[in-house]
């Protein structure tokens, strides 16, 4: 959209109760919207369309966890240390920017994220980039990472620290050793969740693309990473969508590859199954919501981009303001999220995978002499014995190393606190037992799609919105997809008076009451109605006129008893008779009926 489409877009959304700066009679604060009548009930609908798709038709469970955790959770996931950006201090005004951001904005390299604070800061040296505020000059300057979460304290005092949460998904995995009992121990299963979370953005940009309040939908599927079964991916195999991967990436002038998901899979452009199929899911979903598909790519995440612990990624992205932004991932995040709660945490997080036939193992064990360990290592022996029983688990073959060595001094070596021990095998009580196992414990992978609800809004409102001519006058209209639309029907009086009015008012009420989004709106010539509700994405009209109730004043106004329905995006009109109405636009709503078919 061009920069004059971008302004009408922003002030349609201020003017029409989309969205608006938050606290604006105070200044405002950057990072922060208030969704307004509009935007709230287009927003809440993107959600609950998420949901019906992601929780309800892949029956998985929903949660609703706090927006505030304590510090333990943020340690063992990793965020205390590494959810940072790159922050660059201007000299002269003092004001912090994204120094990838920077070198973004006014270089060719697109993705500067993954590039490091070394190599970002050698590109603003390179091209002499500036400040964006007062064109100062950034190179030389420092590019110190900046830990992007609010830190509060639970309670009185700073004894229990604890943060806004960066993501949902902490609020999942923490949780996991009760879901799993939900879930009768049966993988895979999914948990969803929609919810806040909040990002301390160093320099918020471009509305809501850009915040530091934002809203996640995300779902965590947890799978046994040997069972072949997986997904029905046939069900989405079909499903046709550009698949810009790293490969094409890397080439010069490469484009997305347009390919149905299934083979995309088979090529081995998306490797995992699990993701091949929520690629597919969510490329009919913003369909549906209305992204404009000829504007929208999945991007394979290069190396440079791709966190430690994800064997593979993918974004949505789509094409907004001539920029491409990131709607969603999609990662295979294995074990690692699981993992680390597991050991940071008292709780258990694996799951026990049943064999089909029980099966008989060599066991090593240890059970040592503790009459021998006290009087040797003293305060370290019940640790020493713990090392002991690692070690056997991990290496057994040292104990019978150690034991058959002629040369040796029959000793294994532990260590413990950083120091080295050595305990001769005889005190260890190392054995070898055969036992009888019919299963065992895992720690299932994670796959993730997660999506932002608030870009996704953004960009149907940029993708839905149109300007054309309507009897020689100019109508800015939103093509919002019904299911989605902030409300589904206008209805008018012709005029109020007559009684058409009180009528009207009534149809309104009987609509509301079958639970239909219904604007009533008798202010104002007709056609100035019809574009105000156009204007705000409303696909449907109904307007109560003389025929009914019974008064026609020709026989060119229609039969009584029936209502004018007019459609959005054609204009077109159709006589409806009034007590299939309510049925009638719930069909259209659901998409169960055209209206073409009227």
Known sequence: MSEEGDYDLAELAKRRGFFLQSAGAYGGVSGFYTFGPQGASLKDNIENVWRERFTVREGNMEIDAPTVMPEPVFEASGHLDGFDDMLVECPEC????????IVEDNTDYEEA???????????????????????????????????????????????????????????IFVEFPQLKEYARNQLPFGVTQIGRAYRNEISPRKSLLRVR???????????????????????????????????????????????????????????????????????????????????????????????HYAADCWDAEAEVDGDWIELAGFAYRSDYDLS?????????????RQYDEPVTVEQPTVDPDMSYL?????GAAGDVADALEDLAAEDPDAFRDAAEDPEGDGTVTVEVGGDSH????????????????????????????????????????????????????????LELPAAVAPTTVGVFPLMDRDGLGERAREVAADLRERGLSVAYDD???????????????????????????????????????????????????????????PETLEALRDGDLAFDEL
Not at 272 to 290: C, H, K, Q, T
Not at 556 to 576: C, H, I, M, S
Request: glycine share 12%; with cysteine.
């Open 94 to 101: 003092g004001e912090s920017h994204r120094a990838d951001h």
């Open 113 to 171: 994220e993954g590039l490091g604070p070394e190599r970002v800061g050698e590109i603003i040296a390179e091209y002499e980039l500036v400040c964006p505020n007062c064109g100062t000059g950034l190179a030389g300057q420092a590019i110190e990472d900046f830990n992007l979460m609010f830190e509060t304290n639970i309670g009185p005092g700073s004894s229990s620290p604890g943060y806004l949460r960066p993501e949902t998904a902490q609020g």
């Open 213 to 307: 309040e934002f809203t996640q939908a995300e779902l965590e599927l947890f799978v046994d990473p040997e069972d072949g079964e997986g997904p029905d991916l046939a069900s989405v195999a079909d499903v046709v969508a550009p698949f810009y991967g790293v490969d094409q990436q890397e080439q010069d002038g490469g484009e997305p590859l347009e390919l149905p998901v299934g083979e995309a899979h088979e090529r081995g452009l998306v490797a995992d199954p699990w993701i091949a199929y929520y690629l597919g899911v969510a490329a009919e979903w913003y369909e549906s919501i209305g992204v404009d598909m000829d504007r929208f790519r999945f991007r394979q995440h290069l190396s440079g981009e791709r966190a």
């Open 340 to 352: 680390k709660h597991d050991e940071y945490s008292d709780e258990d997080y694996t799951v026990f």
């Open 374 to 378: 006290g009087p040797e290592f003293g």
């Open 422 to 477: 050595e305990v001769p095998v005889e005190q260890t009580g190392f054995a070898v037992e055969e036992v009888t196992e019919s299963g065992e414990h895992i720690l299932p992978h994670v796959v993730e799609p997660s999506l932002g609800i608030d870009r996704a809004l953004y960009t149907v409102l940029d993708h839905c919105y149109r300007e054309d001519e309507i009897d020689g006058e100019e109508r800015t209209f």
């Open 523 to 581: 202010s104002g010539a007709i056609g100035r109605r019809y574009r105000r509700q156009d204007e705000v994405g409303t696909p449907f009209c109904v307007t109560v006129d003389y025929a009914t109730i019974g008064e026609a004043r020709d026989e060119d106004e229609g039969e009584p008893g029936t209502v004018t329905v007019r459609e959005r995006d054609t204009t077109a009109q159709r006589r409806l008779p009034i007590d299939e109405l």
